[in-house]
């Protein structure tokens, strides 16, 4: 009898512990729907993509595009992150092959699940990643590219540089109007940014008036230019307009002050590179148009912050490849904290930007073109720093 009592006793106690265990358990879970949740997303770091070159033949523009994204990166942290939360980059490298850039953006796209990737650089790298940018609806934020291609190669796609347009027509504009030319030869690259240049320039020069007297292409990565020069001299231009990438256009400064051809050669910010050590006495005769990036432009408070912060950090001048990194990195904070931290959220609020940067001014149309930016014209001076001509 007594037995039976006990385990009537324990069965008691039994009940009374699992009543207990499920009056706690509903507590808990009463507190966890009551209190207002934080999620996995709003408590983890703000992870964008970058796709840059590193290495490679575009390696002298990416390094000082990286240098301006990690400089940036780094004061939005310093300075609360964004909306609260860090910022972190999640970077590859593309050595400015397309191929590459079509992986990267897939990884940073699919694996990482980004909702925006700075870059890619160039222009070919730009146009292989912008179907992905639509396909994915990720933000592209293409740094340098400046092909005119790109201005319809999607709706989530952007850029920091303007369309290679307003350079091609700055140039020609100041080849008739500074310099007076009256006789213009046009040298240009036989791949999408030169033609397109080409086409800009000879607008421009022929509605002045002007005659061009000569007109010679070459391939990428060509050494030798002195048969397409050797026809230009013939045609004794005043000035040549000369779209091309600093490593050719080094050589073209070169062969054509060998063959005695002394007159101004005229490009767009592709010329802007370590040439000066190559090109050494025929440096002068070339002039560059660029964004509106450095000291002269004191009325840019910010600019002119960035560039000394940027000088004490890597102990050299930035230019304006490294501004550009630095902006879109601007760009991504500012339209995150206007519109919202998803791909759809961060294009709209972009289509609405029009935001004082230490690039300068940007501003999107409805192709995502920055119109924003204003141009200068540039000569690089012996440390391969550009210097505003005046």
């Not at 770091?45 to 000082?64: L, R, S």
């Not at 440096?283 to 000291?295: D, H, S, T």
């Not at 840019?300 to 000394?308: L, P």
């Not at 904290?337 to 609020?349: N, Q």
Request: glycine share 8%; hydrophobic share 40%; charged share 20%.
């Amino acid at each position: 009898m007594k037995a039976l009592q006990s385990r009537k006793n324990r069965g008691a106690s039994s009940t009374r512990a699992v009543i207990l265990v499920v009056i706690v358990f509903a507590a808990i879970a009463g507190y966890f729907l009551l209190k207002p949740q934080i999620t996995q997303t709003e408590s983890q770091p703000f992870v964008i993509g970058a796709i840059n070159p590193t290495t490679g033949p575009f390696a002298a523009y990416g390094g000082p595009v990286r240098d301006g994204i990690l400089m940036a990166v780094d004061e939005v942290n310093a300075t609360g992150g964004i909306s609260g939360r860090k910022l972190e980059v999640a970077m590859e490298d593309d050595g400015g092959d397309p191929k590459k850039s079509i992986n990267a953006f897939t990884k940073l796209a699919t694996v990482s699940k980004v909702p925006a990737v700075i870059g890619p650089l160039s222009s070919g790298a730009s146009m292989a990643t912008a179907p992905l940018a639509d396909q994915y609806k990720v933000v592209q934020i293409s740094t340098l590219a400046g092909t005119i291609d790109l201005t319809k190669a999607g709706d989530f796609v952007f850029r920091i540089y303007p369309s290679s347009e307003v350079g091609s027509r700055y140039i020609a504009k100041q080849a008739v109007e500074r310099f007076k030319a009256k006789r213009i030869a046009i040298l240009y690259p036989n791949n999408a940014f030169g033609v397109a240049s080409r086409k800009f320039t000879t607008e421009v020069v022929k509605a002045s008036g002007v005659e061009v007297v000569a007109e010679e292409t070459f391939k990428d990565g060509d050494r030798d230019f002195r048969t397409q020069l050797a026809k230009i001299s013939e045609a004794k231009p005043n000035v040549i307009l000369c779209s091309a990438y600093y490593e050719e256009g080094a050589q073209i400064l070169v062969q054509a002050k060998q063959l005695g051809i002394n007159v101004p050669v005229l490009g767009e910010d592709g010329w802007f590179g370590p040439i000066a050590a190559i090109a050494r006495d025929a440096l002068p005769n070339l002039y560059f148009a660029n964004v509106a990036f450095g000291p002269e432009y004191s009325d840019n408070v910010e600019m002119q912050r960035f560039i000394a912060a940027f000088e004490k950090r890597h102990k050299r001048k930035p230019n304006s490849f490294a501004a550009a990194g630095y902006a879109a990195v601007q760009l991504m904070r500012h339209a995150v904290t206007t519109g919202g931290a998803d791909s759809v959220k961060i294009k709209e609020a972009l289509y609405k930007t029009d935001l004082s940067t230490v690039f300068g001014q940007v501003r999107y149309d409805a192709n995502g073109d920055n119109v924003g930016a204003t141009y200068g014209l540039f000569q690089l001076n012996s440390k391969d720093e550009p210097v505003l001509v005046k």
